[in-house]
C-alpha cells in the first residue's frame, strides 16, 4: 500500500511534501489527513528543514478536496469530526515556523484550496483549476476557506468567489491575487525549488519571526501589530545567525547561516 504522504529532501533545506493519492485526485481521506499531521508535526521541530513545499502527485490533480466517496459512507457525526480534522490538519499547516509554499499542480477544489490558502506562498500549474466549490455541494468552506480568502483577496471577491463555486483557470486566480503566479507545468516544481532556495539562504530564525510577525499582526490592529513585530525583532538580537550576517557583510562574503 502506498503511503499516503510523501517526503523528500533537498541539500538546500527544502522538504518536499506530496500528497500521494493520484487515483482519488489527492482527496482528503482520513488516511491522508492524519499522514499530514503526522508529518507536519515531525518536521515542525526539524531544524534542517527550511522550507516546505506542498504539492499533489501525478499531474492532473493537486487535491480535490474532501473525499466525497469516503464522505457518502459516514454518519452525521463521523461527518463532523471529519471535518473537524481537516481544518486540525489545515491549522497545522498554517502554523509552521517554517515557509510553506504550494505547488498547485492541478485541480484544486473544496479543502485542497483550503490547504493551499493556509501556505505562505502559492504558485500553480498553468493548465491547474481552482475554487471554493462547497455552496455548489449544499455546503460551506468548513477548513477556513471563508476566513481566509477574505484576508488574501479581500471581501467582496471572496464573497463572489464562494457565493458562485466558480472554478477559476490558474491565470484568472493569479488576477485575482489567489496565487503568485501561473506557470508552464513542466517548470512548476523548479520554480518552487527556485524559490525555496531563495528564502533557504536566508537566517531561518529571523525567516520564522518574519513570518510570526506578519501572521499574527495582519489579525489585529496597527499599533498591536507594530509591538508584535518588535517582540519578533527582539527575538533574533541574541542569535548566532545575527551576528554572522554582520560579519558576512563586513567581509564581504555569503553568510553561513546554523539556525542559532
Do not use: W
Not at 506562498?121 to 468552506?141: D, N, Q
Request: proline share 4%.
Amino acid at each position: 500500500m502506498l503511503e499516503s504522504i510523501t517526503i523528500e529532501m533537498n541539500e538546500e533545506g527544502a522538504a518536499i511534501l506530496t500528497l500521494n493519492r493520484p487515483e482519488a485526485a489527492n482527496a482528503l481521506s482520513v488516511e491522508l489527513l492524519r499522514g499530514l499531521g503526522d508529518t507536519l508535526d515531525k518536521i515542525k521541530f526539524e531544524k534542517k528543514v527550511r522550507v516546505v513545499i506542498l504539492t499533489g502527485a501525478g499531474e492532473k490533480a493537486f487535491c480535490a478536496g474532501a473525499d466525497l466517496k469516503e464522505r457518502a459512507k459516514m454518519s452525521p457525526e463521523e461527518v463532523r469530526q471529519t471535518v473537524a480534522l481537516i481544518g486540525e490538519t489545515v491549522k497545522k499547516l498554517e502554523n509552521l515556523p517554517q515557509p510553506v509554499i504550494a505547488a498547485i499542480n492541478g485541480a484544486c477544489f473544496g479543502g485542497g484550496l483550503e490547504l493551499a490558502l493556509a501556505c505562505d506562498i502559492r504558485i500553480a500549474s498553468s493548465s491547474a483549476k481552482m475554487g471554493l466549490t462547497e455552496t455548489s455541494l449544499g455546503i460551506i468552506p468548513g477548513a477556513g476557506g471563508t476566513q481566509r480568502l477574505p484576508r488574501i483577496i479581500g471581501i467582496s471577491k471572496a464573497k463572489e468567489l464562494i457565493y458562485t463555486a466558480r472554478r477559476l483557470q490558474a491565470e484568472e486566480a493569479a488576477d485575482a491575487g489567489i496565487i503568485s503566479a501561473a506557470v508552464p507545468p513542466h517548470e512548476l516544481l523548479q520554480k518552487a525549488l527556485s524559490l525555496a532556495g531563495e528564502i533557504a539562504k536566508n537566517a531561518p530564525i529571523a525567516v520564522a519571526q518574519a513570518k510570526k510577525a506578519i501572521d499574527l499582526g495582519m489579525q489585529t490592529d496597527l499599533a498591536t501589530g507594530l509591538k508584535l513585530e518588535e517582540q519578533c525583532y527582539s527575538t533574533t538580537i541574541p542569535t548566532k545567525d545575527r551576528l554572522e550576517g554582520l560579519n558576512a557583510f563586513k567581509e564581504k562574503r555569503q553568510p553561513r547561516y546554523i539556525g542559532e
